[in-house]
């Protein structure tokens, strides 16, 4: 992450040099900056193997505190490279993704560590963004409820027409849920039918649900705005 923040200077530094710095400056502060932390740090930093280092270095509620304090260093420093409007995502249902269900589920149930951490994590997110925006005296960080926006389809799918949520598109082994997508995997025959693409990551008309909710959904899917008023309250400004 600190490598990406430095790419994001140099960016601006090329750009400072075609167009000058004030004109830069409104163009990153006008940007709209969306980011995603936390999934991997619980899926391949703690639970992938047996007892790695942060396990025996963090109990889960512990790590879940150090990772929210790291994600808020983070956006501090956006903050100070210009970014004035970040859409902030948490993690989703981690332990009921088909790689999950296929390693650490029983009978197809959802991961319960995994779960727990997500569930721990994810408001934890909220509040922190919270009390950084009142810090800055701003709504510059935006939270996106991609926990809840995921568990709607996960353990409903029927109802947002998929045939099941447990079964990835492409992979292998139980679930479809071991390794990654390539030419020797199981392929379905209609992807619009299941919510997982991969083993880890949506289809894309369940990433269009999750679209949509950031677009337009409720408070407790965005807050404290979605992107559509977002939109409309900065239409003037930049």
Not at 99 to 108: F, P
Not at 230 to 235: E, K, N, Q, V, Y
Request: with cysteine; aromatic share 10%; glycine share 8%.
């Amino acid at each position: 992450m600190p490598r990406q923040l430095e790419y994001f200077q140099q960016y601006q530094q090329r750009v400072s040099a075609l167009i000058g710095e004030e004109e830069t400056r409104k163009l990153v502060n006008g940007a709209l900056v969306l980011i995603t932390c936390g999934g991997n740090d619980f899926v391949n930093n703690y639970f992938l193997v047996p007892n790695p280092a942060r396990s025996r270095q963090f109990a889960i509620p512990d790590y879940v505190t150090y990772v929210i304090s790291e994600y808020k260093k983070i956006l501090q420093r956006l903050y100070d490279l210009g970014a004035r409007r970040v859409l902030v995502t948490g993690t989703g249902p981690l332990g009921c993704v088909p790689a999950e269900l296929a390693m650490r589920g029983r009978n197809g149930e959802c991961s319960e560590e995994l779960q727990s951490a997500s569930s721990l994590y994810n408001p934890q997110l909220v509040e922190m963004i919270t009390q950084l925006n009142d810090e800055l005296g701003s709504d510059v960080f935006v939270a996106a409820n991609t926990h809840l926006m995921h568990d709607d389809f996960v353990t409903n799918p029927q109802a947002y027409g998929f045939v099941t949520s447990k079964v990835a598109c492409c992979g292998q082994g139980p679930f479809n849920g071991v390794g990654l997508c390539t030419v020797a995997s199981n392929l379905c025959p209609d992807r619009d039918t299941l919510a997982f693409w991969d083993p880890f990551h949506p289809s894309e008309k369940a990433n269009r649900l999750i679209v949509q909710q950031i677009m337009t959904g409720a408070s407790n899917y965005m807050k404290p705005f979605n992107l559509s008023t977002i939109l409309a309250l900065d239409s003037n400004k930049y």
